[in-house]
C-alpha cells in the first residue's frame, strides 16, 4: 500500500479531527499531494492540496478557514486538520498523490448535528 489514510471518526458538528496519510513513495518529498472527499451521491471533490515543500497550500471554498493541509517529509506524512466541522464534512476522505495517479484507500468522516 502506498498512501494509507487514517483519522477518521464520528464526531459531533463543531468538534474536529486529523487526518493522517502515510506515503511508501520514493520520491515523496518532490510531488505535490492531495485529500479528496466523496460524500455519499456526490463526486469525489478536491478538499485541499500542499506543495512539495509545503509552501503553497490550496483549498475548496467549503473548508477555507477550517481546515488545514501539511505534510512532514521527512516522516513522509500528510496530514488534514479539519476544525469545526459541520455535518456537509460527511464523506469518505481520500488521500492522493495526484501527479502519480496514486490514491488511498479512504478513511470514513462523519459528522452528526
Known amino acids: 500500500v502506498q498512501l494509507q489514510a487514517s483519522g477518521g471518526g464520528l464526531v459531533q458538528a463543531g468538534g474536529f479531527l486529523r487526518l493522517s496519510c502515510a506515503a511508501s513513495?520514493?520520491?515523496?518529498?518532490?510531488?505535490?499531494m492531495a485529500w479528496h472527499r466523496q460524500a455519499p451521491g456526490k463526486q469525489r471533490e478536491l478538499v485541499a492540496s500542499?506543495?512539495?515543500?509545503?509552501?503553497?497550500?490550496t483549498y475548496a471554498d467549503s473548508v477555507k478557514g477550517r481546515f488545514t493541509i501539511s505534510r512532514d517529509n521527512v516522516k513522509k506524512m500528510v496530514y488534514l486538520q479539519m476544525n469545526s466541522l459541520q455535518s456537509e464534512d460527511t464523506a469518505v476522505y481520500y488521500c492522493?498523490?495526484?501527479?502519480?495517479?496514486?490514491w488511498g484507500q479512504g478513511t470514513q468522516v462523519t459528522v452528526s448535528s
Open positions: 492522493n498523490a495526484p501527479t502519480q495517479g496514486l
Open positions: 513513495v520514493s520520491m515523496f518529498s518532490i510531488i505535490t
Open positions: 500542499i506543495s512539495s515543500g509545503g509552501g503553497l497550500t
